[in-house]
């Protein structure tokens, strides 16, 4: 689509739809697309992400300063970073979002769900040395407070628990769980010495 506008209504559109399946499937309730405005000023994750794609049409449109100005907008507003050139393909659903954080060189397939405290963050691949961000596949679920980090790929359908930290790609269909807490005996609290 060369039209900015028509990118953007469509993403919009495909973003909701994508909202719609996981109501539908997570709780049971059809949500019909003249919902769409309502749900744009209601839920917190959907208007989020019509302040992304509002941020890409204005970058997609070449308005001088207008992707920045958004991009603030989304940081004082959501609490989260993310920039204007952070690659978001059609049908990405935000849970919550607060302290989303996704690199310019972050890659969001199509269908994804992020949660909040996600971060897409660029590093190094401790191999190659290649700097670089992550790409994420389609309908891959990154859980709560999530980090992935580098030039990573995740595969199609992939979970990412929530808490996990991220620094090697993955293939498709997978699991991918944070270590399990360590829990030892914590030392005995010593009395404060009286002033």
Not at 156 to 165: E, S
């Amino acid at each position: 689509m060369s039209n900015p506008l028509s990118a953007f209504l469509h993403s919009v559109r495909a973003d909701y739809a994508t909202v719609q399946r996981y109501r539908a499937k997570y709780h049971g309730d059809e949500r019909p697309l003249a919902r769409l405005p309502v749900d744009a000023v209601t839920k917190i994750g959907f208007q989020m992400m019509v302040a992304m794609r509002t941020m890409r049409l204005f970058r997609d449109a070449r308005v001088p300063v207008l992707p920045q100005i958004a991009s603030r907008f989304i940081r004082h507003a959501y609490g989260a970073e993310v920039h204007w050139n952070t690659t978001l393909r059609d049908g990405i659903a935000i849970v919550h979002g607060t302290g989303l954080v996704l690199s310019h060189r972050a890659v969001i397939g199509e269908g994804c769900i992020l949660f909040h405290n996600v971060t897409l963050g660029e590093g190094l691949d401790p191999e190659t040395k290649e700097a670089g961000a992550p790409t994420l596949g389609k309908d891959v679920h990154v859980g709560p407070g999530a980090t992935l980090l580098g030039p990573i790929h995740v595969g199609d359908g992939t979970k990412i628990m929530a808490g996990t930290v991220l620094t090697r790609s993955v293939p498709a269909g997978s699991l991918v769980r944070p270590a399990d807490a360590i829990v030892t005996e914590r030392a005995p609290s010593r009395p404060r010495a009286a002033r």
